[in-house]
């Protein structure tokens, strides 16, 4: 019999997780989204210093530019690299400043039902029964309804405005959220732990909040990504039915929907360049999204 | 005819290999096995039991590989065979039967259609003949009434009799060998037996060489003629049964063998098991005079610490708007017993037999149907006072079955026990409240170390540890432990409850102790209830529960215990 090592019960597996999961967050397709998105958040952020010009500024921005071709040079001299829309404004200025819009209405919409969906959710999963069941039917209403109808005639009854935009796609996005809490809650709610929990005569809020919570919001940080890009394309069809953010400070929706009138004239670029931009922000953040689930699940250790 | 070399594996090295580590899981293992014989192979988990067995018919999970070695049989080195010819042995000449008969049979097909697709695989006949062979298999195994019950699904039988159609399932391919992993492991203490029966019986019948691996003792002891010990990858012992378990050679098996519990004699505690946990000594007693634990301990003078009257609750099993409709489990029935203060009392029944309904109950983390139940004289149920109430809960703290989902995985362990101080304001600021963690951690036998760790740093006994001592934070008098140890190993198991045991005495505790597992109870407890399907049959002294048992449910079990002592 060969020599035999007695281990002791508490060997310890450390290390290992953080090697595995920069393994993860390598990968190419994990990092071009990520460059991406952090290239497209960079713009939104610095937009007034990245622009070429302003194009919202009124002593800048001149009729006779109107509809340069890309490449052009505009009459203050500098190029406008996507050419000029029909009131002359710098379609790239334009779009990094529409960026920002829409990244503003899109994340603090997603923050806001997040947070929403998050406590009806909790409620739901904790107490089940009734509550559960009220909570849910609600949910489901909500759900029936295509989000976009529910926003035109949320946008209808509020007015115009950014801030009644991102309240409107707050309410439609909310039950989301509160659906994928719940059925975490429901699997943490039925564990141990937290039944050691009320055991020590913790209040139900108290569980909720300091054992519920923690360990239900996992699967919110990759839904939170998804869901921002579909706010973004939401936000961005609202604009371009004109029901949208105002048109002085336009996302890239309205800047689509401005190029419309121009399309069958041979001017594209107006539409075509704010389009290819929100194609890009929304593939960007959902592969990004995607590459999320796959790093923060544990059985996927490739 | 005795084939003498039925099953020989030679040398054999089995190592898993991933980017952190290496793992040797067999290391240089030789084990014979001649035809109409039932070889045990036995140790706790991470011993590489398991692999063993998966290794002989070529279904080690990747990264797993052979490295070296020969698994020869009948004459045939099975090691790098490739899977084709593999196919014409695994089902046909080597049977299995796996732990859960649960999920190793397929939940939408006929127990018939199954049986007859694995005989028309492994034979070449046509359908009746395969299914009187099937109906045959199913009379052989126990089944009554086989021909009605070829047309059933896997839901409609109990564990048992799954398990049973497993059994026949792997003896369709007439096979010489078969493997049995963990074949009782889900199954009641009754089911067990008659599992062990059927399969000792069909080997001598059948001539078939038998594998059981298996972590519990027990069962080796009831079933197996040679047994083989390992731990951790290398075989420690091999030997006849009766000469391996009453005269074990190597210390590993002595101290396994000594962390069983037993059922013929009550011990004080478990002795010369430090071979596994050596490192986890408490190092002092705790004087409750002077320890924190015992501040303000205000004495209560009742003599009955628990009280439980005529207790029901009842669970929906189907729900419907016309209350004629709906179907009720009636999980507890009347039940009525005291507990006295300082006393173990013990709560015995096979799984769905309402005892852990009980624990809930009295812990009120589910609500009671009607009844009463009295902590310290303090009636607990339907009292419009939520203080009085709180107060008295705060009195009972559980300790949980599972302890990896009991401790709340996002929490350091200081955290976790200093919750139920700082929540009750037990210690006056933040320094003191390290000071008593450490201190309870130490009494619980895990080092200060450990309080900036994760729960999922550590092992399942380490984690137990940790729950108690979270459960003695909030100062309980009286503890309730839901099968605490049967997710552990046999030896981390015996050191749980040598360190319940001498909290117990240290501390004055009253426990409530559940348990499916008699020999488990015999040693921890004064009086013992034993359940039924929601009702109580009989309620004695451990003593006489197990000497002079009147309930004819309790004499049945009791005999069904699988001991060590009676070897054959």
């Given at each position: 019999?060969?020599?035999?090592?007695?281990?002791?019960?508490?060997?310890?597996?450390?290390?290992?997780?953080?090697?595995?999961?920069?393994?993860?967050?390598?990968?190419?397709?994990?990092?071009?989204?990520?460059?991406?998105?952090?290239?497209?958040?960079?713009?939104?952020?610095?937009?007034?210093?990245?622009?070429?010009?302003?194009?919202?500024?009124?002593?800048?921005?001149?009729?006779?530019?109107?509809?340069?071709?890309?490449?052009?040079?505009?009459?203050?001299?500098?190029?406008?690299?996507?050419?000029?829309?029909?009131?002359?404004?710098?379609?790239?200025?334009?779009?990094?400043?529409?960026?920002?819009?829409?990244?503003?209405?899109?994340?603090?919409?997603?923050?806001?039902?997040?947070?929403?969906?998050?406590?009806?959710?909790?409620?739901?999963?904790?107490?089940?029964?009734?509550?559960?069941?009220?909570?849910?039917?609600?949910?489901?209403?909500?759900?029936?309804?295509?989000?976009?109808?529910?926003?035109?005639?949320?946008?209808?009854?509020?007015?115009?405005?950014?801030?009644?935009?991102?309240?409107?796609?707050?309410?439609?996005?909310?039950?989301?959220?509160?659906?994928?809490?719940?059925?975490?809650?429901?699997?943490?709610?039925?564990?141990?732990?937290?039944?050691?929990?009320?055991?020590?005569?913790?209040?139900?809020?108290?569980?909720?909040?300091?054992?519920?919570?923690?360990?239900?919001?996992?699967?919110?940080?990759?839904?939170?990504?998804?869901?921002?890009?579909?706010s973004i394309s939401i936000e961005a069809t609202l604009s371009f039915l004109g029901v949208g953010v105002p048109i002085t400070e336009p996302s890239l929706g309205?800047?689509?929907?401005?190029?419309?009138?121009?399309?069958?004239?041979?001017?594209?670029?107006?539409?075509?360049f704010p389009g290819l931009m929100l194609l890009a922000t929304v593939a960007a953040i959902n592969i990004f999204g995607d590459q999320l689930r796959i790093i923060l699940n544990p059985r996927v250790n490739r | 005819m005795v084939i003498k070399n039925l099953l020989e594996i030679d040398d054999l090295n089995i190592r898993f290999m991933s980017d952190q580590e290496t793992v040797n899981a067999v290391r240089d293992v030789s084990i014979t096995l001649s035809s109409g014989e039932v070889l045990g192979i036995v140790g706790e988990s991470g011993a590489g039991k398991s692999t063993i067995g998966n290794a002989i018919v070529n279904l080690l999970d990747a990264p797993g590989e052979i490295v070296k070695g020969k698994v020869i049989f009948e004459g045939q080195n099975l090691v790098g065979m490739d899977d084709k010819a593999m196919r014409t042995i695994r089902g046909k000449k080597i049977g299995m039967i796996f732990q859960d008969p649960q999920t190793s049979l397929n939940p939408i097909m006929t127990i018939g259609n199954q049986l007859i697709e694995t005989i028309r695989f492994t034979k070449d006949i046509d359908d009746v003949s395969a299914y009187n062979e099937a109906t045959e298999l199913l009379e052989s195994v126990g089944i009554d009434n086989p021909k009605l019950r070829m047309k059933s699904y896997p839901h409609q039988f109990s564990g048992g009799m799954r398990q049973r159609?497993?059994?026949?399932?792997?003896?369709?391919?007439?096979?010489?060998?078969?493997?049995?992993?963990?074949?009782?492991?889900?199954?009641?203490?009754?089911?067990?037996?008659?599992?062990?029966?059927?399969?000792?019986s069909l080997c001598k019948k059948r001539r078939l060489g038998v594998i059981i691996i298996t972590h519990d003792i027990g069962v080796i002891a009831n079933i197996a003629d040679r047994v083989t010990v390992m731990y951790n990858g290398s075989i420690v012992e091999t030997g006849l049964v009766r000469q391996v378990l009453l005269s074990p050679k190597h210390d590993y098996t002595k101290s396994l063998i000594a962390a069983v519990p037993r059922s013929d004699i009550k011990l004080k505690r478990f002795q010369s098991i430090d071979f596994i946990e050596g490192n986890t000594h408490r190092n002092k007693r705790i004087?409750?005079?002077?320890?924190?634990?015992?501040?303000?301990?205000?004495?209560?003078?009742?003599?009955?610490?628990?009280?439980?009257?005529?207790?029901?609750k009842e669970f929906i099993l189907k729900n419907s708007i016309l209350f004629k409709n709906r179907i009720y489990l009636k999980a507890v029935n009347n039940?009525?017993?005291?507990?006295?203060?300082?006393?173990?009392?013990?709560?015995?029944?096979?799984?769905?037999s309402g005892k852990s309904t009980i624990a809930r109950l009295i812990a009120g983390l589910i609500k009671v149907d009607t009844g009463s139940i009295k902590i310290f004289d303090q009636e607990v149920v339907n009292n419009k006072n939520r203080g009085e109430v709180i107060n008295s809960q705060r009195d009972v703290q559980m300790i949980f079955q599972d302890p990896y989902s009991s401790l709340n995985p996002r929490m350091k362990v200081q955290d976790?026990?200093?919750?139920?101080?700082?929540?009750?304001?037990?210690?006056?600021?933040?320094?003191?409240?390290?000071?008593?963690?450490?201190?309870?951690?130490?009494?619980?036998?895990?080092?200060?170390?450990?309080?900036?760790?994760?729960?999922?740093?550590?092992?399942?006994?380490?984690?137990?540890?940790?729950?108690?001592?979270?459960?003695?934070?909030?100062?309980?008098?009286?503890?309730?432990?839901?099968?605490?140890?049967?997710?552990?190993?046999?030896?981390?198991?015996?050191?749980?409850?040598?360190?319940?045991?001498?909290?117990?005495?240290?501390?004055g505790l009253t426990m409530l102790f559940i348990s499916h597992d008699l020999p488990v109870i015999r040693q921890m407890c004064d009086r013992v209830a034993v359940m039924r399907k929601g009702n109580i049959c009989e309620i004695n002294t451990t003593e006489n529960i197990f000497n002079k048992p009147k309930h004819s449910y309790t004499k049945e079990l009791i005999s069904l215990i699988p001991k060590i002592e009676s070897v054959n």
């Open positions: 019999m060969s020599e035999i090592k007695f281990i002791s019960e508490n060997k310890i597996n450390i290390g290992t997780n953080s090697k595995i999961l920069l393994r993860k967050f390598t990968r190419p397709s994990t990092l071009i989204s990520l460059g991406l998105l952090f290239l497209i958040i960079f713009c939104a952020l610095f937009a007034s210093i990245l622009a070429p010009t302003n194009p919202y500024d009124l002593k800048v921005v001149s009729i006779l530019d109107s509809r340069l071709s890309p490449g052009d040079k505009m009459l203050n001299g500098t190029v406008a690299w996507l050419g000029t829309d029909g009131a002359g404004r710098d379609v790239l200025s334009a779009i990094i400043f529409g960026l920002r819009t829409s990244l503003v209405v899109a994340i603090s919409s997603a923050v806001i039902a997040l947070i929403a969906g998050l406590f009806v959710g909790l409620i739901a999963g904790f107490y089940g029964g009734k509550i559960d069941a009220f909570l849910m039917r609600i949910v489901d209403i909500q759900l029936s309804f295509p989000a976009i109808l529910v926003a035109l005639v949320l946008l209808a009854l509020l007015g115009k405005g950014i801030d009644k935009v991102i309240i409107a796609l707050a309410i439609v996005q909310w039950a989301i959220y509160a659906r994928t809490v719940r059925a975490a809650a429901i699997v943490e709610r039925n564990k141990e732990y937290i039944q050691a929990a009320s055991c020590l005569g913790l209040s139900n809020s108290l569980i909720i909040w300091k054992h519920l919570l923690p360990n239900s919001i996992s699967p919110l940080i990759v839904l939170a990504t998804l869901q921002t890009a579909h309205s800047l689509i929907s401005n190029g419309f009138d121009f399309i069958l004239s041979g001017a594209y670029w107006i539409t075509f | 159609v497993v059994i026949a399932l792997s003896l369709a391919g007439n096979p010489d060998l078969i493997i049995a992993d963990e074949p009782t492991t889900a199954l009641d203490v009754s089911v067990q037996s008659q599992i062990l029966e059927l399969i000792k004087n409750l005079d002077n320890h924190w634990l015992g501040e303000k301990l205000n004495q209560k003078k009742s003599a009955k610490a628990i009280s439980v009257i005529d207790l029901n039940v009525s017993f005291d507990i006295n203060k300082g006393e173990s009392f013990g709560i015995v029944g096979e799984s769905g976790i026990i200093a919750e139920p101080i700082k929540f009750y304001k037990t210690a006056s600021d933040d320094n003191m409240i390290i000071e008593i963690v450490s201190d309870l951690l130490n009494h619980v036998g895990m080092s200060k170390a450990d309080l900036l760790k994760y729960p999922n740093q550590f092992s399942g006994g380490q984690r137990q540890r940790i729950s108690i001592a979270r459960a003695l934070a909030s100062r309980p008098k009286i503890l309730i432990c839901d099968e605490p140890t049967s997710s552990l190993d046999v030896s981390v198991q015996a050191h749980i409850l040598n360190l319940l045991k001498d909290l117990q005495d240290e501390l």
